[in-house]
């Protein structure tokens, strides 16, 4: 009995604690549903008007800037996967979270679990990486494999109740995203925009070249780890509506799309986020309409999207690009007055191109 | 400029008027148990044109690494602008250039973003200043690659990508510059404006290490030779490099290195 009261208390007390931290995003959150239902009101929109559509949505548009941020810089390490091995992390984490809750009664978000073991997660593929001097399928294969299994496992030791809370995980669900759920995704939002934007030189130069960036001083392990870390927050505040199997896709897809269109970094990054905010405004919206689950609609109007870069970006190649020269076509002679300094210096002599 | 200099260089070595930029003493490092380079004593200073050469696999991208600190020697010690390498940390003062190869995934960047982060070891944290940019143009301009700054990387040729890479080096004022052989793949007109820029850069007072197989380019070039196979075969002026037999013991046979091929 007196076992029972303390855990009761215990719980209670975890949650006010951590409803208090979260006071402030609490109101933010508040502002928001009462903008939103301003604008139900005002245009006639009746699904804006719901809480829990008024909630998913804030959540579905910090990951279209959130998850694009991050993919762009893991996108171009070409380290896409490490997003769905973490993804599936994340799950075992879920399932550490269920379990406790129903074994010793934490009472706990089973997303704060999953924060807690998906960052473990990246740590030790950043390590395997640092020790094997690669980023290999392999190992971010069997850390995936593992993620799973172990939440599989840990799923089906407890009580059949337990499944079924199960698949908004695999798959998400707009309609369940809680209050606290919102309010620990905006914490995660400003932590990840926070850390982005400062170590966005830093994470750009590891990202373009890795070895000079070594040789100009940064602490490249560093940066890898604080990458893997955000990729883990990223992940779990995005499994809420995405679920896990979808997750990776938000920080792949806009990605690959912006890349067929933007020309320099900076506009990558805005066109993802720009691209991403499309996937998940139209998602959301078909899938309240034809009653689907958002993560999949949401996926599945990115992959358009996507198809949609792909074509601009060829019809710019080939109408818009033209005066681009091709691949070692250039005469040096030919770059105006700079130019004709490098070829004026430049030694005449015969180079033994033996390579 | 000369190929004395660089001899009179060698000769001031450890003096305690002028700080050599590169120095290695008694060197060996290996990743296994077999030594990748050994008992490798040189001494770079500042304002040389040195050339590494050596046949593949003969420790020279090593060496490179252990010169630049980011590998650290199992033997000896090798210390960059009077530090330990290894632990070296003013970064803006060296500029790397790897094989233009090693840069050509298809990322949207511009040049100008390139060499933009030639700056990131002097602004940190913070946002490159009006001056910083002036600075990064200054570099495209001295490289000729004003006109191309806004173009994506992977849109340049062979050539023209290695000379954003130079203007990277440039725009973080790089008194070291250090080229992993830079010019392969790369067409041989742009191979010889290439060299062409590397002189003018040297004449105004930057340190040039090459790493290289293609003697061609060495002996036309450098002032000075070090030849590695695993341990210095030659270390001098290229002049004097040319007529000794020290290519003919580090690789075997000359005719066997000029038919090699990467």
């Known amino acids: 009995m007196t076992g029972v009261l303390a855990t009761v208390l215990l719980q209670s007390q975890s949650n006010e604690t951590l409803d208090t931290l979260l006071g402030p995003m609490y109101w933010l959150l508040e502002q928001w549903a009462g903008l939103l239902s301003w604008v139900a009101r005002e245009a006639g929109i009746e699904m804006l008007g719901y809480g829990f559509m008024q909630r998913g949505i804030l959540v579905g548009l910090c990951i279209g800037v959130m998850a694009p941020l991050i993919g762009t810089f893991l996108v171009h390490r070409q380290l896409a996967l490490i997003g769905d091995a973490l993804a599936h992390t994340a799950f075992a984490g879920v399932a550490v979270g269920l379990f406790l809750n129903a074994v010793i009664d934490l009472g706990v978000t089973p997303y704060l679990t999953a924060v807690v073991v998906a960052m473990i997660a990246a740590l030790f593929i950043e390590l395997i990486s640092e020790v094997t001097d690669a980023y290999n399928d392999v190992s971010m294969a069997i850390v995936l494999s593992t993620g799973f299994a172990l939440g599989t496992t840990l799923i089906t030791i407890n009580a059949g109740g337990m499944t079924v809370s199960v698949e908004q995980y695999l798959f998400g669900n707009l309609s369940t995203v809680t209050s606290q759920s919102a309010a620990i995704l905006l914490v995660l939002f400003g932590i990840i925009v926070g850390m982005v934007a400062l170590t966005r030189n830093q994470l750009l130069y590891v990202t373009f070249d890795e070895t000079a960036a070594r040789v100009s001083g940064i602490p490249v392990n560093w940066y890898n780890r604080i990458m893997v870390m955000l990729t883990a927050l990223v992940v779990v505040g995005a499994m809420q509506i995405m679920g896990v199997i979808l997750v990776a896709a938000m920080l792949v897809v806009p990605v690959a799309g912006a890349s067929q269109v933007a020309r320099s970094f900076n506009e990558s990054l805005l066109v993802s986020i720009a691209l991403a905010e499309l996937s998940v405004i139209l998602g959301i919206a078909v899938s309240y309409q034809i009653g689907a689950t958002a993560g999949g609609v949401i996926v599945l109007c990115g992959v358009g999207i996507y198809a949609v870069a792909v074509a601009v970006g060829k019809l710019k190649t080939r109408y818009g690009d033209q005066e681009v020269p091709e691949m070692g076509s250039i005469d040096v002679g030919d770059d105006g007055a700079a130019g004709a300094m490098w070829t004026e210096e430049a030694d005449g002599s015969d180079v033994v191109t033996d390579d | ?262």
């Open chain 2, 1 to 262: 400029m000369s190929s004395g200099s660089a001899a009179t260089a060698r000769e001031t070595a450890g003096s305690p008027e002028q700080e050599a930029v590169i120095e290695l003493r008694d060197v060996a490092f290996g990743y296994t148990a077999t030594p990748v380079v050994e008992d490798v004593s040189l001494s770079i200073q500042n304002g040389e044109y040195v050339a590494v050469v050596g046949p593949n696999g003969s420790g020279k991208s090593t060496l490179m690494q252990l010169m630049l600190g980011l590998l650290e020697p199992g033997t000896g010690a090798a210390r960059l602008f009077g530090e330990p390498a290894h632990s070296f940390d003013d970064g803006g003062r060296l500029g790397y250039v790897a094989q233009h190869a090693s840069a050509s995934k298809e990322m949207p960047i511009t040049v100008r973003e390139v060499v933009k982060m030639g700056r990131f070891p002097h602004v940190g944290f913070g946002r490159l200043s009006s001056r910083d940019w002036a600075i990064v143009d200054d570099a495209l301009d001295t490289v000729g690659m004003s006109p191309f700054a806004a173009r994506r990387i992977t849109q340049l040729s062979g050539g023209q990508r290695q000379r954003a890479f130079i203007a990277r080096a440039l725009a973080s004022e790089a008194e070291l510059l250090v080229l992993d052989e830079p010019t392969v793949g790369v067409d041989v007109e742009s191979v010889q404006a290439f060299y062409g820029l590397l002189e003018s850069l040297n004449d105004r007072g930057i340190t040039v290490l090459l790493i290289e197989h293609d003697l061609g380019a060495v002996t036309d070039n450098a002032d000075r030779v070090v030849c590695l196979n695993r341990e210095v075969y030659f270390d001098g002026p290229t002049a004097e490099f040319v007529e000794s037999d020290a290519l003919a013991h580090a690789f075997g046979t000359a005719a066997n290195f000029l038919g090699d091929s990467e």
